[in-house]
């Protein structure tokens, strides 16, 4: 199995920016889909972006489209999230998972991903 730690949460003015990272341990890292889900307040986990194993395609939600960039260094065991032009509406906890769903590209539904990390904050004042 595979552990996720992320990290790079935190507090953000709207329209700023924050990078998250995911650092992964145990199992090879690159043989993993990976994915940026988040929950906010009362609402269910969303799919923000995804990530193939090789890391040539990615995928967006149409809410962060233009404004977030996923992207990971497998050398490294890491996984990234560039969040740019914040909104208040961002605000959530943010987790990264990893799939082994067979195929090549990261899949959007959260019961595809097998592995979980613990989640980090985000918070965006208008």
């Known amino acids: 199995q595979v552990q996720l730690v992320e990290s790079g949460g935190g507090l953000a003015q709207a329209g700023g920016s924050l990078r998250l990272s995911c650092a992964a341990s145990?199992?090879?890292?690159?043989?993993?889909?990976m994915g940026w889900f988040r929950q906010a307040p009362g609402k269910e986990r969303e799919f923000v972006t995804g990530?193939?194993?090789?890391?040539?395609?990615?995928r967006y939600a149409d809410s962060v489209k233009g404004r977030f960039t996923i992207s990971r260094t497998n050398a490294k065991n890491t996984l990234y999230l560039q969040m740019n032009s914040l909104k208040p509406e961002d605000t959530a906890v943010y987790y990264c998972?990893?799939?082994?769903?067979?195929?090549?590209?990261?899949?959007?539904?959260?019961?595809?991903?097998?592995?979980w990390g613990q989640g980090t904050q985000v918070t965006v004042s208008s």
């Open positions: 998972a990893a799939s082994e769903v067979v195929g090549t590209t990261a899949p959007r539904r959260d019961y595809e991903y097998r592995y």
């Open positions: 145990g199992r090879t890292f690159s043989r993993y889909h």
């Open positions: 990530i193939s194993w090789i890391g040539g395609s990615t």
